[in-house]
């Protein structure tokens, strides 16, 4: 297996661009979720899905948009980036019967200069 | 509304020495608490976890944590620090229904001095 992975490592975008963060899982969990770690925050979610279909917004969703067609797969899109999107972002998936063990990506380092 | 606090920016200990990484929760109902640690340019990997039991809760590379309810508290320690514990670490809490969502901790770095 290869866990949750997560492309690009790292990135850097000007404002009011657009770009897609890759997540997939081959675990063939329904839970799947976005967090943005920034410091003296920690991880916050920006949004979740329980299935194949199925997205709901976290804590912090607004400026990304999220789609789920796949059970593998989670994209989170910005659609015009700000420098306040500047952070680290993990994906996170789970069973969704199992919610005490999920499974982290490697991250994403986004800048938005 | 569930919430985890740490209050602890950084936590500097020499090696051989013991290490405590401070938690403090505020739930509503029983607690569902975890820790984990992150390495550099790494994603989060679990330690340990509390949800019924005893206090004192053991996971992963020697550490362990000890529920305190009177205190809503839930530290992680470990007996003799290593340098390769130095780390980031993150408490969280999660609800205890519906999807099940995790609160993060602010995050304490943990610097093992050789």
């Known amino acids: 297996n290869a866990g949750v992975t997560q492309t690009p490592k790292f990135q850097v975008l000007k404002t009011g661009q657009s770009m897609t963060l890759q997540c997939a899982q081959d675990?063939?969990?329904?839970?799947m979720s976005w967090y943005r770690q920034d410091p003296g925050m920690g991880l916050r979610l920006i949004h979740y899905?329980?299935?194949?279909?199925?997205?709901d917004q976290g804590e912090v969703p607004n400026g990304y948009n999220v789609s789920r067609s796949t059970t593998e797969d989670f994209p989170l899109r910005l659609l015009s980036a700000a420098p306040s999107q500047t952070s680290v972002y993990f994906c996170?998936?789970?069973?969704?019967?199992?919610?005490?063990?999920?499974?982290f990506g490697p991250g994403t380092r986004l800048t938005v200069l | 509304a569930q919430s985890v606090a740490q209050p602890e920016d950084q936590v500097n200990v020499a090696e051989g020495n013991p290490l405590t990484v401070k938690c403090t929760y505020s739930?509503?109902?029983?607690?569902?608490l975890f820790w984990y640690v992150q390495y550099p340019n790494r994603g989060l990997q679990f330690l340990l976890k509390?949800?019924?039991?005893?206090?004192l809760v053991k996971g992963s590379y020697g550490f362990e944590a000890e529920f305190n309810k009177s205190q809503t508290s839930f530290h992680l320690k470990k007996p003799s620090a290593l340098v390769s514990d130095s780390a980031l670490y993150f408490c969280?809490?999660?609800?205890?229904?519906?999807?099940?969502?995790?609160?993060f901790g602010t995050g304490t770095r943990l610097k093992v001095l050789a």
């Open positions: 996170a998936s789970r069973k969704l019967d199992h919610p005490d063990t999920q499974y």
């Open positions: 675990m063939n969990h329904e839970y």
């Open positions: 899905s329980v299935g194949a279909g199925i997205t």
């Open positions: 739930v509503s109902g029983n607690p569902y």
């Open positions: 509390y949800i019924t039991g005893d206090n």
């Open positions: 969280a809490v999660r609800e205890p229904s519906g999807t099940y969502k995790y609160i």
